[in-house]
């Protein structure tokens, strides 16, 4: 009796533990960047450093307006390509594939999370910047070709989480619809769909925090000219491509500004779980 | 006038099988109770008057349902403007997670009715017509799931009509509700059954006894004994039927 009693207690101090590593990670590396980023964004001054178009280290010029814009423009991009297709391979998983069709389909779709971005990288490079080169001219190094590379990417993670929100949904809902006389199709988008919304809207914030904060992938298709992505066909920087491009030889003021896109980066991130935070609660309140 | 014949129904789940060579007619606008054990195969029939067995996978039917004078189980039959004209009630309430006036718009949108004031109006009167309108007309906007069970089952009895159905099918409406709703609901159906056909299948003899005009007894997926309500429970014919109300078995 007593001897279970104490390795009760023990357990819960392990499990306790293990609970502290998560949240102590998240803090240190919040102190770590805030600290590490802090004495540049000093230097340089916040609004300038936000607001500044040109990144030129050599001149001690950092400003990452075009890198915000960049990661905001393939980001955007991947969502619009990624999301509708993965949550219509959703529906199709959960409301229409046969099933000896769906054990092959959902590993599939599974593997892809599996894949290393960098190989995503290669298929970008290898393929599709020369097809959009072929399609549309130019060198084909383009935010058209990060966004299609980042809205792969994205898949697995929006069908699987909207799939799983979807047959989350009581089958009374699509009972309901088809005894009032409503087709599958018609129960299926018009009931079933809305009904897993709060579900699928965190495969849209998933998906969307693993856009913007990929950066191996992106690196190898976009060109990396850090300028403004003022069509679908230029070459772009992102806030992650400019840290990982540079980190390895930067000094003193140029590394600390590299901490600081990441201090930029990260509150981006923060932002993004914020309002979903508050449009669920928003939702929970109706 | 019968609604529904049903000749000589029989009806499989994969090799067992649940309805055995069913005989029946359900008289239009009276009320009519399915009683029985679990398992017995009433909701069984009620499903296939509206088709809804077809959403069963491995489910096979043979014989007729005439429903107007045709076999409804034809293939020929499109199952959604038979269940426009044959609505259903489920054991559980199932509002769908939208407003309560979308809940109820959703049928008519589905069958297209599209103009505002025509949805208004359906929306109003079967609400009226389901005892809900005057609890819910202040927040026809609110979601659904935040009325009580009665409510919501009461809802989804205003959604079945506001399609006009001819018949009201209801699948032990009262079985998830508390004794005030279940009166509720019961007084209800005592008023639409001058409308409607219903037919409702039910675990609870008294509710047979207060609500339903005709009884049918079902045991192991036959028909045992089907009469007026009345009868059936003063003078039952058949032995089991008997031992079945006396509550000696189920």
């Not at chain 1, 499990?15 to 802090?38: D, K, N, R």
């Amino acid at each position: 009796m007593r001897r279970g009693q104490t390795f009760e207690r023990l357990m819960q101090t392990v499990f306790f533990l293990c609970a502290c590593v998560a949240v102590a990670s998240v803090i240190l590396i919040c102190i770590f960047l805030f600290s590490g980023g802090a004495p540049a964004l000093k230097e340089i001054g916040v609004l300038r450093f936000l607001t500044g178009r040109r990144w030129e280290p050599g001149r001690e010029t950092f400003g990452v307006l075009t890198m915000i814009a960049g990661s905001f423009a393939v980001t955007l991009g991947a969502v619009l390509l990624g999301v509708p297709v993965g949550i219509l391979t959703a529906v199709y998983l959960s409301f229409f594939c046969p099933p000896k069709l769906r054990r092959v389909l959902r590993p599939a779709v599974d593997l892809l999370a599996g894949i290393p971005s960098v190989v995503y990288g290669f298929f970008g490079l290898t393929v599709l910047v020369p097809a959009v080169r072929r399609l549309f001219g130019g060198s084909g190094y383009s935010v058209l070709a990060v966004s299609a590379v980042l809205a792969i990417m994205i898949l697995p993670t929006v069908v699987s989480v909207s799939e799983s929100s979807l047959s989350a949904v009581g089958d009374g809902y699509y009972e309901g619809a088809r005894a009032l006389g409503a087709g599958h199709e018609r129960s299926v988008f018009r009931v079933m769909l809305p009904a897993a919304r709060s579900g699928i809207s965190a495969a849209v914030t998933l998906g969307l925090g693993r856009a913007i904060g990929e950066s191996m992938a992106v690196v190898m298709v976009a060109g990396n000219q850090a300028i403004f992505p003022k069509s679908l066909l230029v070459g772009t920087r992102t806030l992650t491509s400019n840290i990982v491009l540079e980190m390895g030889y930067a000094a003193d003021l140029h590394a600390d500004a590299l901490i600081a896109t990441g201090v930029v980066l990260f509150v981006i991130v923060m932002l993004n779980n914020l309002i979903f935070a508050l449009l669920r609660r928003r939702r929970m309140k109706k | 006038m019968s609604q529904f014949r049903i000749q000589n129904l029989n009806l499989y789940y994969g090799s067992f099988q649940a309805l055995k060579g069913v005989n029946l007619d359900i008289p239009e606008r009276r009320a009519t109770a399915f009683i029985g054990p679990s398992g017995c195969g009433k909701s069984t029939l009620l499903k296939t008057l509206n088709r809804m067995t077809d959403l069963v996978e491995d489910c096979r039917v043979e014989g007729k349902v005439l429903f107007d004078g045709k076999n409804i189980l034809s293939r020929l039959t499109d199952v959604n403007t038979l269940r426009r004209r044959v609505g259903m009630v489920f054991q559980k309430p199932n509002p769908f997670p939208m407003s309560i006036y979308e809940n109820i718009a959703f049928g008519p949108r589905t069958h297209g009715v599209r103009k505002k004031e025509e949805l208004d109006e359906l929306v109003e009167r079967s609400l009226t017509e389901a005892a809900l309108w005057g609890e819910v007309k202040d927040r026809l906007r609110k979601s659904a799931l935040g009325l009580s069970g009665g409510q919501q089952q009461r809802l989804c009895i205003a959604r079945a009509l506001a399609v006009q159905p001819e018949v009201l099918l209801m699948d032990e409406p009262t079985s998830a509700l508390d004794p005030i709703s279940t009166a509720r609901i019961e007084e209800l159906v005592l008023g639409l059954k001058r409308e409607y056909t219903v037919v409702m299948v039910t675990h609870h003899m008294q509710q047979a006894k207060r609500v339903s005009d005709r009884t049918v007894f079902f045991l192991l997926g036959e028909v045992v004994e089907a009469g007026d309500t009345e009868r059936l429970f003063s003078s039952p014919q058949d032995a089991r039927t008997g031992d079945y109300i006396n509550g000696r078995f189920g």
